[in-house]
């Protein structure tokens, strides 16, 4: 049988402090010059571990549990990286190889749901050793 259901969106979380290069268009579609990737979008500093911060592009908090979402992670040298994240096991897959801009986008996976700031901090914390392997690897390649 085919699944009819159509896929639901994801609202957007915005960084209501980020400027925007352009008078009519949102931080995130008109970064300034210099500004880093995911400009617009907020990192949550309650995520923050040892230097390392989650930044979410959609919504997260869900009181029947957040299954999955699209953020990133912000290295403590200030380097980011894209994330698609589920609800499941397996190992963190490259999405988008890394350019100019960001270390890339990985596939990650977070051990249960997300209901709050507290569970996506947990889930964070859960997929930092290989997200900190990743990126000890990018910086010795100089490619990257």
């Not at 979410?56 to 980011?80: H, K, L, M, N, Y």
Request: aromatic letters at 8%; one cysteine or more.
């Amino acid at each position: 049988m085919v699944n009819e259901e159509e896929p639901k969106s994801k609202d957007l979380i915005l960084d209501s402090i980020a400027a925007s290069g352009s008078a009519n268009e949102p931080a995130f579609l008109s970064k300034p010059t210099g500004a880093p990737v995911y400009h617009g979008f907020p990192l949550i500093p309650d995520t923050s571990v040892d230097g390392w911060c989650y930044g979410a592009i959609t919504e997260f908090a869900d009181a029947s549990g957040c299954t999955e979402e699209d953020g990133f992670v912000q290295a403590p040298d200030g380097s980011r990286a894209g994330l698609v994240w589920e609800v499941g096991v397996g190992e963190m897959h490259e999405i988008c190889a890394p350019d100019s801009e960001r270390r890339g986008v990985y596939g990650v996976w977070f051990p249960r749901s997300v209901h709050n700031v507290s569970d996506l901090r947990d889930c964070f914390v859960h997929v930092l050793p290989a997200l900190r392997a990743k990126h000890a690897v990018l910086k010795t390649d100089k490619t990257a």
